[in-house]
């Protein structure tokens, strides 16, 4: 099952992607070990919606290619 990709612009959240079930801004959070895993098929990344009533969390399917950070394994 891959989630939607909606290519929305950087508004007002630190994340380009919308919440699926509420549309709300989401944050991006650290990815478990089994994220990592997927992410070596498949990258994602994983998000928490901050709206306080939904709460959505869930890995959202991205490019690959990316240059974050956060995205290198640890040491
Ligand atoms: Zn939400």
């Known amino acids: ?44 990344q994983r998000y928490r919606c901050r709206n306080f009533a939904c709460q959505w969390v869930g890995n959202i399917a991205v490019a690959s290619g990316s240059n974050d950070p956060t995205d290198r394994p640890p040491l």
């Not at 992607?17 to 997927?38: A, H, T």
């Open 1 to 44: 099952m891959t989630p939607p990709l909606p290519d929305l612009p950087d508004t007002l959240g630190n994340s380009r992607y919308n919440c699926p079930e509420c549309g709300g801004p989401m944050s991006r959070i650290p990815r478990r070990m089994i994220d990592r895993l997927i992410s070596i098929v498949r990258p994602v």
